[in-house]
């Protein structure tokens, strides 16, 4: 495949940043990535696995002569990091981010760019509950949406660079403003990880009264679950307290809805909660005729034996 960028600055090490370097390297789109994060463990296990071409031991240097710069930290350290990097960026160079919340990180990040650094955020639909420097694999971004998310006055030609890029590691681009991309992904993933926390907190209270049937019973629906609640904390502290009204709004909805459902157990309303389930049903159907998961049953899990 053709090369995109000579050299790739990639700022966090986690599992973003090593799904992208494996999957950018894997498909030759890069010519020289470098890596810093910012403990020293992390850096020298990312040298120990041969993460990156080179881990720097700062991030200025890191983002040295690189053509484009991607800030994979939590979206809390955003603003930090561009403070820092910001006058070692290369005139006509990239900088882009893969942050779940869109308005912060521009609030947070724009204030630091130099004048000819062109910023083009995005977001890959992609994760798994891993975090570090060990937790990517190439094939994370297979199949799944890379949403671009340009600033007015932006410039194209970088714009359809980085697609270039997200293209060439698998992944299918779309571009989306700002606002609307943190109220969809409230929906989409935010709420649902709160709703995951919450009820794996209240299962872990119940637990003490219950030993270990929580555990042992698990596989009925729970263990969906623990798998999304058992996310990094950093990352998802940073994620709620930075798209707070968002998932405030959907979480509200969720409180209204939640009272209905409640509200028709407790009148013995069968009819209303038959059709409640259909409905959510046809969802699933829509996300399985889009290719966003398997319909395979046991909630897509290969079956052990
Ligand atoms: P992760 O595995 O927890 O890794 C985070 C990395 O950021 C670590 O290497 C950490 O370094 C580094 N870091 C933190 N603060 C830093 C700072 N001030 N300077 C330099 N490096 C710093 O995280 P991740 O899952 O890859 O997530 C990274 C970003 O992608 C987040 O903004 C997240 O919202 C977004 N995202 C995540 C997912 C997902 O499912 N995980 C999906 C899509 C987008 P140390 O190890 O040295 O502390």
Redesign the pocket.
């Given at each position: 495949m053709k090369r995109v960028y000579d050299r790739v600055a990639l700022?966090?090490?986690?599992?973003?940043?090593?799904s992208m370097f494996h999957a950018m390297k894997r498909a030759g789109l890069a010519g020289e990535v470098v890596g810093?994060?910012?403990?020293r463990?992390?850096?020298d296990v990312a040298r120990d696995i041969g993460l990156c071409d080179r881990i720097c031991e700062t991030?200025t240097e890191a983002v040295e002569d690189a053509d484009l710069t991607v800030?994979?930290?939590?979206?809390g350290?955003?603003g930090?990091?561009a403070a820092?990097i910001g006058p070692a960026l290369k005139r006509g160079s990239t900088l882009s981010?893969?942050?779940?919340?869109k308005q912060s990180v521009i609030e947070e990040v724009s204030p630091h760019l130099p004048d000819g650094v062109h910023f083009v955020p995005a977001?890959?639909?992609?994760?798994?509950?891993?975090?570090?420097?060990r937790?990517g694999f190439a094939e994370l971004f297979q199949g799944r949406y890379t949403l671009i998310v340009p600033r007015e006055n932006c410039d194209r030609e970088a714009v359809e660079r980085i697609k270039e890029l997200w293209r060439g590691i698998g992944a299918t681009t779309e571009e989306m403003d700002a606002a609307h991309h943190d109220l969809t992904l409230a929906v989409t993933s935010h709420a649902p990880h709160l709703i995951a926390y919450t009820m794996v907190g209240v299962a872990d209270d119940i637990r003490r009264l219950t030993s270990n049937e929580v555990i042992k019973y698990s596989a009925a629906g729970f263990r969906d679950f623990t798998r999304i609640a058992a996310?990094?904390p950093?990352?998802w502290r940073?994620?709620f307290l930075d798209n707070r009204e968002a998932t405030l709004e959907i979480l509200g909805r969720f409180t209204e809805e939640l009272f209905a459902l409640q509200r028709a157990i407790r009148t013995g309303n069968g009819e209303m909660l038959h059709a409640y389930f259909s409905r959510t049903r046809k969802i699933r159907r829509g996300i399985i005729e889009a290719g966003q998961d398997t319909d395979a049953p046991d909630f897509g899990r290969a079956k052990k034996d």
């Open positions: 700022i966090g090490l986690g599992l973003i940043a090593s810093y994060a910012k403990t463990e992390t850096r991030a800030l994979c930290v939590p979206v350290a955003m930090k990091v820092e981010d893969v942050g779940s919340v977001h890959p639909l992609a994760g798994t509950e891993h975090s570090g420097p937790s996310s990094d950093t990352m940073d994620v």
